[in-house]
């Protein structure tokens, strides 16, 4: 079985097989490590072998099952003060193809997310021929503020993001985004696609200031239309309704 950790992601590939990737565990070390889990057996894989460059060790990140592709994106490599090591923020896109058991990383156009760790992500399968492999929308999250020192107020450290990110997997593209969008939150980690959209729940906002953040229990159905933008471009809108 895996080391114990915390701020994996764990995914459905099919009836039976579910993916645990990465983390933290122990001592603040942050893993890139890939597991199977059979559900029917009740069997772990042990650490897999993988063909191609695996992604680097990260722990909150997002993943999301899209075809037969294991999509992960960003996360947070925890730093290690005492070492001399910042913490980081990611916003780089790896695939896995769970049958062939192999990475890649995609080359990606347009203006990517800012990098951030916490943040909800979800399929939206093609609903027509020329939306090719449909769509990877990325929600809010969180990362610290670059001009704030540890020292400060948790909320002033964080910075809780707010924006819908919409990756045209056909093209490889993020598209630009017009949205209507619920409150800034990070730690929205249950999320359930579902008829094109998705059910956010929860996360936590953290004031300026404020050494608490303050957690939050609303349910946000998220919807995705994309469509051609000025131009000709494509472009994607959002919206949230509680």
């Not at 460059?53 to 290690?80: N, T």
Request: glycine share 14%; charged share 15%.
């Amino acid at each position: 079985a895996p080391c114990a950790r915390a701020g994996h992601s764990w995914t459905a590939v099919d009836g039976r097989r579910l993916l645990l990737f990465g983390g933290m565990t122990t001592g603040h070390r942050v893993l890139s490590d890939l597991h199977e889990y059979d559900a029917e057996a009740g069997t772990w894989s042990g650490a897999l072998d993988t063909a191609g460059g695996a992604p680097r060790e990260r722990w909150c990140h997002s993943a999301c099952l899209a075809g037969r592709s294991l999509l992960v994106f960003g996360g947070w490599v925890y730093g290690l003060a005492p070492m001399g090591i910042p913490h980081e923020f990611l916003n780089d896109l790896h695939a896995l193809d769970v049958d062939a058991m192999a990475w890649s990383t995609p080359a990606v156009g347009g203006v990517p997310p800012r990098p951030r760790c916490q943040a909800p992500c979800f399929h939206v399968p093609p609903r027509r021929a020329a939306e090719g492999r449909g769509f990877l929308v990325v929600y809010g999250g969180a990362c610290h503020n670059p001009t704030a020192p540890e020292a400060l107020a948790y909320g002033t450290l964080v910075a809780d993001l707010d924006d819908f990110n919409v990756l045209d997997l056909g093209t490889a593209t993020w598209l630009p985004v017009r949205c209507c969008f619920p409150r800034c939150r990070g730690g929205v980690n249950a999320v359930a696609s579902w008829g094109g959209a998705a059910i956010l729940s929860g996360g936590m906002h953290s004031d300026p200031s404020a050494h608490i953040p303050r957690f939050k229990s609303d349910l946000v159905r998220v919807s995705v239309m994309v469509g051609g933008g000025p131009g000709g471009a494509g472009g994607a809108a959002g919206t949230a309704a509680a």
